[in-house]
């Protein structure tokens, strides 16, 4: 097997965690390789097609690091590592600080104070994609170019399939480079490749039924590799049944004008959603994330649909970064409007009687205070009556953009092992990782975020554990 030069540390991917990683590395005088899989010069990942706003579970990069790990615990109801949450949130408001040393642009992209850091120029906000010189692509560029000036590789068309070890230590990668496999040796490896949201075996296994049925909103290149490599030297695996998405329009699963904006999350919270019975099936106050991980988890994931008001449609459909009132109609969905529930169940294929008893109660309960199963909190918006007609109802699937569960680490970003010991030399970033988001409600502490914080700790980590070895 041909071996390229030794490195001091090799990357594994070349999105916003790998780039953050390998330029924090090559800052600190290492010899750093970034192994990106994609082979154009504007390879796809997650990160070139990002909006851009870097926040903390909806809080201002700049809060004070207490604000930040109470929102992110508050948001994942605890189910999160305690180191990693301290070292995220006492690290974040540095690492955007330094992503803006290296160059990045930030603007201003609304009135909330979590919108305070929007990467510039910012992504159109219009339907479908438009990625190409704004937001994440121009980032990537950036980073990969400080790379590069630092001394630093990015080779691609390079796919990672192996870590190579020695007594217990990572010493390198074997990867697949122009057919041929390629061994890569470090003294670190940090592996920062994305989750596993594109690979169908995985999704299937952790997260939906069916994941042919759900809306790749994402780059469609997180296959797990990392996840797969760790897990085959023994790593340990966490939450793995939660991720970060949207409530799409069902015509999303065709119509790519329709992903990933518009979103339907504040409709749904804001009214009810039901399954393919008529019933409703999950708390829709816990937000538009944990109910896209909600219908992603049905037996039949593409027959979910949302059912609400004239007043909502008019009033909270009008609401947020390019509502789905006119915006989805627009771009295709099919809104359907009656003057009656009966004729609205008949028009959507549901049990009339069914629609009409979960519309009840969700009244009632709205109303006047009455039970309701399931449970239906508040947490993330006001429930809303649904009693003026005409009715409307959008047919919705479940957009999946990242995972948010993966190789367990600590809060040096050292992954870590089935007894929660560190591997020597192995790192990871970003959404290979676990152990800072998901939960019960599908906790969501902000990818951009998570992928620069972990990736600059990944990089100085692994900095100090070859200093070490060097002295």
């Known amino acids: 097997m041909p071996i390229a030069d030794r490195y001091d540390v090799v990357v594994v991917g070349g999105g916003l965690a790998g780039l953050a990683a390998a330029n924090s590395a090559a800052q600190l005088g290492l010899r750093v390789v970034v192994l990106e899989a994609g082979s154009d010069e504007r390879y796809l990942c997650n990160s070139r097609y990002t909006l851009g706003f870097l926040h903390v579970a909806l809080n201002a990069t700049t809060s004070a690091a207490e604000q930040l790990r109470k929102a992110v615990e508050t948001a994942t109801d605890g189910d999160v590592r305690p180191d990693l949450v301290n070292a995220f949130a006492g690290n974040v408001g540095r690492a955007v600080a330094w992503l803006g040393e290296l160059g990045v642009r930030y603007i201003k992209g609304g009135p909330l104070p979590w919108m305070n850091r929007l990467l510039a120029p910012p992504a159109l906000r219009r339907p479908g994609l438009h990625w190409e010189g704004r937001a994440g692509d121009v980032m990537l560029r950036k980073l990969g170019q400080r790379l590069k000036d630092a001394g630093g590789e990015l080779k691609l068309g390079t796919r990672a399939r192996q870590l190579a070890m020695d007594n217990g230590r990572c010493v390198g990668v074997e990867a697949v480079s122009n057919g041929q496999t390629v061994r890569f040796s470090a003294g670190a490896v940090v592996l920062a490749d994305g989750g596993f949201q594109a690979n169908a075996d995985y999704v299937r296994k952790y997260i939906s039924p069916r994941p042919e049925k759900l809306c790749i909103r994402n780059a469609a290149t997180g296959v797990g590799d990392g996840l797969t490599m760790a897990e085959a030297v023994g790593a340990r695996l966490s939450g793995l049944n939660r991720f970060y998405g949207h409530i799409q329009c069902y015509e999303a699963l065709s ?102 008893a979960s519309v009840d109660a969700y009244n009632d309960f709205v109303q006047n205070c009455a039970a309701i199963a399931p449970p239906r909190s508040n947490r993330a918006a006001k429930p809303q009556p649904i009693v003026k007609p005409p009715f409307h109802a959008l047919r919705v699937c479940a957009g999946i953009t990242y995972t948010m569960g993966g190789v367990a680490i600590d809060g040096g970003a050292r992954v870590l092992d089935l007894s929660d010991r560190p591997i020597p030399g192995l790192y990871a970033a970003g959404s290979t990782t676990g152990g800072l988001e998901g939960g019960g409600p599908a906790g969501y502490a902000g990818g951009l975020s998570k992928a620069l914080t972990l990736g600059l700790l990944a990089g100085e980590s692994a900095a100090k554990e070859i200093d070490a070895l060097k002295s």
């Open 255 to 356: 119509n790519d004008k329709l992903w990933p904006y518009p979103i339907l999350d504040l409709l749904a919270t804001a009214a009810i959603v039901v399954d393919r019975h008529g019933k409703r099936f999950a708390d829709e106050g816990l937000g538009g994330v944990y109910m896209t991980n909600a219908i992603a988890a049905l037996d039949e994931p593409d027959t979910a649909v949302v059912i609400f008001d004239d007043a909502i449609w008019n009033g909270t459909g009008r609401e947020y970064i390019l509502p789905p009132n006119p915006n989805a109609v627009e771009a295709g969905a099919t809104l359907i409007s009656h003057p009656d529930l009966g004729s609205l169940a008949q028009a959507l294929g549901l049990p009339a009687t069914e629609l009409q």
